[in-house]
């Protein structure tokens, strides 16, 4: 068995945000978490968290390389937890070492946006939000790593506790299909509701239309990051676990002296040559002298929606949609990056 174990700056004990830039690096054996997998690590590959969201194709390629190198029988990415940046690089590097014919696991809280980033490729073990959980997620890594480096059948997520791939296997039963089909019917008639292809669980029914525009008092919303010059209520540019509000009293449009964006996700220089492109205020002022709507909010909201992890965001809009909902607004103008 030949382990790869990928890690960032801090398991690797290099140091904090202080060292979130460090670039892709290379030790022998293992390393932090790594000693604690009860598996001989031969090497251990990293990056900075902050190097790898900034230079994810540089940094890519030299781990990539790495791996090609030593072409182990199996890689172990993390744990990462609820960290975003940690887990999303977590996820890449699993994705592309598998889509090489690398078996590869990794783990952290499924929330996190390296399960997306993952893509279903390689086996993601879900995981608490902190580190509190180290010590029952790193028997689960290894237990599940040792099958994919000796090449043994693994299980289905429910049997060997990792996420759903949503891959699907032909696999032989017993059973005629007919059988089957009716044992299945029964247990839904009876409640028990299975599938081997779990949909989403978190769909949203739209609301209706909105009666009469007109007089209706809509708000403005954006995840793009956009604040007053100079960002003094220290809105994070990305992983942001909070929102602000900004009086829209007497403005009609949003100037370049007066606003600008934060967000850390996409090019910001023409979103700051006219910040109307991230919150369309000098059109919603239009729609309302002409009484095509009836007023905008007082208030516009804003967030950095960028390596946010899923249930941070959830959190956000609930608060939000209730502080909304409390000062009568009827609608919302949602905009992106």
């Known amino acids: 068995m030949t382990v790869v174990h990928y890690i960032n700056q801090f398991f690797a004990g290099m140091g904090g945000e202080e060292k979130a830039d460090t670039p892709p690096f290379r030790l022998d054996g293992a390393t932090g978490p790594g000693r604690g997998l009860g598996l001989?690590?031969?090497?251990?590959?990293?990056?900075?968290?902050?190097?790898?969201?900034?230079?994810?194709?540089?940094?890519?390629?030299?781990?990539?390389?790495?791996?090609?190198?030593?072409?182990?029988?199996?890689?172990?990415?993390?744990?990462?937890?609820?960290?975003?940046?940690?887990?999303?690089a977590c996820g890449v590097v699993a994705r592309e070492a598998a889509h090489r014919g690398i078996p590869a696991v990794t783990a952290m809280h499924q929330d996190n946006p390296g399960v997306l980033a993952a893509d279903g490729a390689p086996y993601v073990i879900p995981t608490g939000t902190s580190v509190t959980s180290m010590r029952e997620t790193l028997p689960k890594m290894a237990e599940l790593a040792g099958k994919l480096s000796r090449a043994e059948a693994v299980g289905g997520p429910d049997e060997e506790g990792y996420l759903p791939r949503h891959v699907r296997r032909n696999t032989i039963r017993d059973e005629p299909g007919a059988s089957r089909a009716i044992d299945l019917l029964l247990r839904k008639l009876a409640g028990d509701v299975r599938t081997e292809a779990k949909p989403p669980g978190d769909f949203v029914a739209p609301p209706p239309p909105i009666a009469d525009p007109a007089a209706a008092t809509i708000a403005l919303v954006t995840e793009a990051g956009c604040v007053p010059q100079g960002n003094p209520d220290h809105l994070p540019s990305r992983r942001s676990f909070t929102w602000l509000r900004y009086s829209l009293d007497g403005v009609t449009s949003l100037s370049a002296d007066r606003y600008e964006t934060v967000h850390g996700g996409f090019d910001t220089a023409a979103a700051n040559q006219d910040p109307n492109r991230l919150v369309p205020l000098d059109a919603a002022r239009e729609l309302e002298r002409d009484g095509r709507i009836g007023r905008l909010h007082d208030f516009f909201y804003t967030t950095s929606g960028v390596n946010t992890p899923v249930a941070v965001a959830a959190k956000m809009g609930q608060e939000i949609a209730e502080e909304l909902v409390s000062s009568g607004v009827q609608a919302v103008i949602l905009t992106g990056t």
């Open 40 to 88: 001989e690590v031969a090497t251990t590959i990293g990056c900075g968290d902050d190097y790898f969201a900034e230079h994810e194709d540089e940094a890519l390629s030299a781990l990539l390389a790495w791996l090609e190198e030593a072409r182990p029988s199996v890689l172990v990415c993390g744990p990462a937890f609820g960290s975003g940046r940690y887990g999303y």
